[in-house]
């Protein structure tokens, strides 16, 4: 997978060099790429790319609980068998305990590397940019999360 982002990575960096227009959206540089005969979507790509939109259909799947509140419905959690990781999804309503902890558990340790990427993203525009005010950044998302609570309720 590293060696294919890497060959993502080389698509745009030609799309620069040839003076195609900047900024630009991903589907302009895949335009791009497809017409320029720079890629193709490669045999063993197919069965990933199918599974990946499976995977986001499911993330999008909502229902309404009993407390009238939007809930995910399908959960991943990842399990590892024979060395190999695999990501099983399961509904809410049924999954068991253990699953849903895992579940949780993966998917808060991926919001805690977002808002550290996020964290270096800002420290680095501010380290070069000391003729601004830096930008400051609260990641105590507490007061955040009650003001939707409230909008929530209030609705």
Not at 20 to 28: L, N, R, V
Not at 72 to 95: C, K, N, Y
């Amino acid at each position: 997978m590293a060696n294919y982002t890497k060959q993502m990575q080389k698509i745009v960096q030609e799309y620069r060099l040839t003076g195609q227009p900047w900024p630009a959206a991903a589907k302009s540089i895949a335009d791009w790429a497809i017409s320029s005969g720079r890629w193709e979507m490669p045999a063993a790509a197919i069965r990933r790319r199918c599974a990946d939109d499976i995977a986001s259909a499911m993330r999008e799947e909502y229902y309404t609980d009993s407390k009238n509140r939007r809930v995910r419905l399908l959960h991943p959690a990842p399990l590892f068998s024979q060395g190999e990781r695999t990501v099983i999804w399961d509904d809410i309503r049924t999954a068991t305990r253990p699953h849903m902890q895992l579940s949780f558990q993966t998917r808060r340790q991926g919001i805690v590397g977002d808002c550290r990427q996020f964290k270096v993203d800002v420290d680095s525009y501010n380290d070069a940019h000391t003729d601004a005010e830096p930008i400051q950044v609260v990641f105590d998302f507490t007061m955040d999360l009650a003001e939707l609570e409230a909008a929530d309720e209030a609705a």
